[in-house]
Nanobody, 112 residues
Framework: QVQLVESGGGLVQPGGSLRLTCTASTSLFTINSMGWYRQAPGKERELVATITNRGPTKYADFVKGRFTISRDNDKNALYLQMNSLQPEDTAVYYC??????WGRGAQVTVSS
């Protein structure tokens, strides 16, 4: 089973930016669709963004214009650039791909 490891989380002030990285244990060329989810305390896990091997992306309405998903198959990596972060973006962020296990997640905390 493909293992995924998220990194790049942390504490940031409102309006700040973070870049999350998801590193896979195998080539991403074999995984067409990948995505980022998040789960805030007391809430259900929700989809943030997805990307396919050919590049088409989809975003949840609450991150459109602020977050950008990308991938580098040569580096077995998936990214999430997060700008204009707000306190409501505080959550554990997970990456997932077709046929992979969930990673452990990366904590993102937006607070002044």
């Amino acid at each position: 089973q493909v293992q995924l490891v998220e990194s790049g989380g942390g504490l940031v002030q409102p309006g700040g930016s973070l870049r999350l990285t998801c590193t896979a244990s195998t080539s991403l060329f074999t995984i067409n669709s990948m995505g980022w989810y998040r789960q805030a305390p007391g809430k259900e896990r929700e989809l943030v963004a997805t990307i396919t091997n050919r590049g088409p992306t989809k975003y949840a309405d609450f991150v459109k214009g602020r977050f950008t998903i990308s991938r580098d198959n040569d580096k077995n990596a998936l990214y999430l650039q997060m700008n204009s972060l707000q306190p409501e973006d505080t959550a554990v962020y997970y990456c997932i791909g077709a046929g992979t296990d969930w990673g452990r997640g990366a904590q993102v905390t937006v607070s002044s």
